[in-house]
């Protein structure tokens, strides 16, 4: 299994690590600040450094199929993995910027969610932009919500996760916004994303520690998707990450 250090300290832009397996997955560390594609949210690239100072360029992270617990360190097309077989030290090195825009619009989805009180049944979150799909019929303003966001990024709301057992979620099924994305189960405990006084909800992502560094987050579009969809799309009223 991969220690996954993100889930405590998404801060972390890097950490020394050992190759655990490379397979056609592959990179497998013991440990890794490289979150991997799940919940919505893509994963994070960056590079692995070993000891003599080779670079192997990670494209992507992925939770490994065949490997239950493991994550592998996607390399990018055409990469040399000769210097990275099983044993080699390494430090495992995120884009630090690709991971802030991840940061930024995770929590801003949070953050609509208390907007819009509505199941959510789908969401997309890139460096680029953000989307999720909220289960309902009624219409909603473009205008209004960004000056939600803004409202609440200014408000300064400390973000924070904890832990809570499957038992404590299941007597508060109310937690649970999404139709299409359910907590993980057998592992005796659920992660929880708290912005105070603001949103609680299972989530594993990663955010900022406070609402102000969410910074300028703007809707940029709002479409029907079918009769009981509506899609928001959030964007950096800044340029955003590639």
Sequence with gaps: MTDELFREDASLLECSATVLAVDDAGVVLDRTVFYPLGGGQAGDAGALVNEAGVVLAIADTRKHKERPGAIAHVPAPGAELSAFVPGTRVVARIDAERRSAHQRFHTATHLLCALIPHPVDGCSITAAHARLDFHMNEPLDKDALTAGLARLVAEAHPVRHRWIS?????????????????????????????????????????????????????????????????????????????
């Excluded at 189960?185 to 609402?211: F, K, M, S, Y």
């Excluded at 969410?214 to 998707?225: F, L, S």
Aim: glycine residues 12%; charged residues 25%; contains cysteine.
């Design 166 to 242: 499957e038992e404590e979620l299941d007597a508060n099924p109310g937690l649970v916004r999404s139709m299409s994305v359910q907590p993980p189960r057998g592992l005796g405990r659920v992660r929880v994303l708290e912005i105070e006084g603001v949103d609680l909800q299972p989530c594993g992502g990663t955010h900022v520690a406070n609402t102000a560094d969410v910074g300028d987050v703007v809707v940029t579009k709002i479409e029907k998707k079918s009769a009981m969809t509506r899609r928001v799309v959030l964007g950096f009223a800044e340029p955003a990450a590639g």
